[in-house]
């Protein structure tokens, strides 16, 4: 069974850091792409970073470039997102996926974990 679990979110104030981890098992990722989402209350799940998990190019949405990073470890089979510079308009589920295609449209992806929340304070 596959398995993406989501972990590391929490209350932090403004200007403050996070890393959040997605831990995978079941199967091997190695063709896959990884990305990290969020949603807001009333809003769209909007993509904020990928990355194939053989690494390479990595995509950034215009909200969070510069002050998030995507980047797995694969002894560990986890994939990360280091969220530095928050602000409260960050505050979101913030949801780990996969999928076999190296595109992907829109929230079309195959597999996808429970979310974890992130709350930033003014």
């Known amino acids: 069974q596959v398995r993406l679990v989501e972990s590391g979110g929490g209350l932090v104030q403004a200007g403050g850091s996070l890393r959040l981890s997605c831990a995978t098992s079941?199967?091997?990722?190695?063709?896959?792409?990884m990305g990290w989402f969020r949603q807001a209350p009333g809003k769209e799940r909007e993509l904020l970073a990928t990355?194939?998990?053989?690494?390479?190019?990595?995509l950034y949405a215009d909200s969070v470039k510069g002050r998030f990073t995507i980047s797995r470890d694969n002894a560990k089979n986890t994939v990360y997102l280091q969220m530095n510079s928050l602000k409260p308009e960050d505050t979101a589920t913030y949801y780990c996926?996969?999928?076999?295609?190296?595109?992907?449209?829109?929230?079309?992806?195959?597999?996808w974990g429970q979310g974890t929340q992130v709350t930033v304070s003014s």
């Open positions: 079941g199967r091997t990722f190695s063709n896959y792409q």
């Open positions: 990355i194939p998990w053989s690494g390479g190019y990595t």
């Open positions: 996926a996969a999928d076999p295609r190296s595109t992907v449209v829109g929230v079309t992806w195959t597999y």
